[in-house]
């Protein structure tokens, strides 16, 4: 039984079946034709639940997140925007991730990084190691781009917000070229 929606009559009728439906997807009942309730699974209202509860406003690269836009206006437009290319580059300077393999790892496991990187927003997906290199290349091969980012991850806020969030501070340039190259 596939229902994305039903009455009150038929979830009395239908109970059992139409409550494994939402092992798929939420269900939606409704009564006098207009929506009365929701019923999802447990383990969909434990992920939402989670989503929820998300709130990375006080994490140290919250704060970093808004000194990259304060010091570094990029676009951020795109699927991997320039801006979001450099809040990666940031994140690999930071964690001293060894390759862009381990920072594509780190980006798709960890909800906070993903977070930072993408500005809060909900991007698409993840970002596959061919996404993240034609967001980064580019950047770094723009006049001027990659001395930026090393001057901003020089400064003394960066570095004492880098160290907050259990990374640690380096000068990015070389470690950029080496990762992208």
């Excluded at 989503?51 to 006080?58: K, N, S, T, Y």
């Excluded at 780190?106 to 990084?113: E, F, G, I, P, S």
């Excluded at 061919?130 to 950047?139: A, E, F, K």
Aim: aromatic residues 8%; contains cysteine.
């Amino acid at each position: 039984m596939r229902n994305e929606s039903v009455g009150v009559v038929d979830l009395r009728r239908k109970l059992s079946a139409l409550l494994e439906t939402t092992r798929q997807q939420p269900l939606m009942v409704h009564r006098y034709g207009t929506p009365w309730a929701c019923v999802v699974s447990d383990a969909q209202w434990q992920q939402h639940r989670a989503a929820l509860e998300f709130d990375p406003g006080r994490h140290p690269l919250a704060r970093l997140q808004k000194l990259q836009r304060q010091h570094l206006p990029l676009s951020e437009q795109g699927m991997f925007s320039p801006a979001a290319a450099a809040r990666a580059l940031i994140v690999h300077a930071i964690y001293r991730f060894d390759d862009l393999g381990e920072l594509q790892e780190q980006l798709h496991y960890d909800r906070l990084l993903h977070w930072f990187v993408d500005a809060g927003g909900v991007a698409a997906g993840q970002w596959s190691l061919s996404v993240l290199r034609s967001g980064i290349v580019p950047l770094l091969d723009a006049a001027g781009n990659a001395e930026a980012l090393s001057a901003f991850l020089a400064r003394a806020d960066v570095s004492d917000l880098g160290s907050a969030c259990g990374g640690v501070p380096r000068e990015g340039g070389i470690a950029f070229r080496r990762m992208t190259g």
